[in-house]
């Protein structure tokens, strides 16, 4: 039973009672009983409208909420993995710096013996020069 059948049936009751077939107060009787259990009918439908665009909005609001769930998880475990990787490169950092430590302590040593050669070099006729007594 939709809106137009039940207008359709009043419409029907009001043209009776107009032609007389049947007693007004018989009408007006029906029409008393016939208006509550409409309004419970259409009150029941739109209830039953209500409730199936509730399940699709909840449905709709699950699927989302997976989505952001799914999306938020990737997210996350992209995180973990910077972190890691952030690990392995400090780690290998660390290394580089104590292999470059090492090199650095060499280089060092080595210009160390250098300059004591080249100040201590008496082959060198400017370095002799240098190092001679200024009476000579």
Not at 42 to 62: F, G, P
Request: charged share 20%; hydrophobic share 45%.
């Amino acid at each position: 039973m939709n809106e137009s059948s039940i207008i359709t049936a009043l419409t029907a009751l009001l043209k009776i009672a107009g032609t007389g077939g049947i007693g007004l107060v018989a009408l007006l009787a029906l029409a008393f009983m016939l208006c509550p259990a409409v309004a419970v009918w259409l009150i029941m439908r739109s209830n039953r409208e209500l409730a199936v665009n509730i399940q699709k909005d909840h449905a709709a609001s699950e699927q989302r909420f997976e989505q952001l769930r799914a999306d938020s998880e990737k997210r996350f475990e992209s995180v973990v993995r910077m972190y890691e990787d952030n690990v392995l490169l400090v780690k290998n950092y660390d290394k580089t710096a104590d292999g470059l430590q090492g090199v650095i302590h060499l280089s060092t040593q080595a210009m160390t013996k250098l300059v004591e050669k080249i100040n201590n070099n008496h082959f060198c006729p400017i370095v002799r020069e240098r190092s001679a007594p200024s009476g000579e």
